[in-house]
């Protein structure tokens, strides 16, 4: 089994357990590898590389939910003013998103330690979330080539150019994002 049907396998399991909280995506293993350092960094990190990271990458960047799901949290520990690392995220995940002790918690802590374990050093977080915009665009440039087509295939042809508007626009805003944040 590779690394990536693992992560499926016990990304389901966790999922099974509560709801879909830590249910894993398809995702590249860069993309995956640098939305790992991401987080690692962002839990593991000094405050001023916590607000800037938080300022490049949206929580929507992330394809791997567990990482979609503790950069919103760190995003609003942050708002609220609260420290942040590990052991305050999992307690405010407790309190605030009700993720009962056992196994589901467990599962998020042992991710989260796994996440700071893949970061290189805080300091490169910048270059790392540069990397997850640029994934999170070409993600987004797919699905638009994927909805047009389908479009193409078998809707209306008045409703056709509508569609390749609204997509090109969404990826044109998610191509400039990119704007030499991953170089």
Do not use: C, N
């Not at 790992?36 to 929580?59: H, M, R, S, W, Y």
Request: charged content about 20%.
């Amino acid at each position: 089994m590779t690394l990536p049907e693992k992560r499926r396998a016990a990304a389901g399991e966790a999922a099974a357990l509560r709801g879909d909280l830590l249910a894993g995506d398809q995702f590249d293993s860069t993309s995956g590898a640098a939305e790992a350092a991401v987080v690692g960094a962002v839990v593991f990190a000094a405050t001023e590389i916590q607000d800037l990271v938080l300022k490049l990458v949206t929580d929507t960047d992330f394809a791997e939910p567990r990482s979609r799901f503790v950069i919103g949290v760190v995003r609003q520990m942050r708002a609220e003013g609260l420290p942040v690392d590990a052991l305050t995220v999992i307690g405010y995940v407790a309190r605030h998103a009700r993720l009962e002790a056992g196994k589901p918690r467990v599962a998020l802590a042992t991710w989260l330690h796994e996440t700071i374990d893949a970061a290189p050093v805080p300091a490169s977080a910048a270059y790392y979330a540069g990397m997850v915009v640029e994934a999170a665009a070409r993600r987004r440039a797919v699905e638009a080539a994927q909805r047009i087509a389908a479009a193409a295939e078998g809707g209306p042809l008045a409703d056709l150019q509508t569609i390749v508007s609204d997509e090109l626009a969404a990826v044109t805003a998610a191509v400039a994002r990119v704007g030499g944040q991953h170089v």
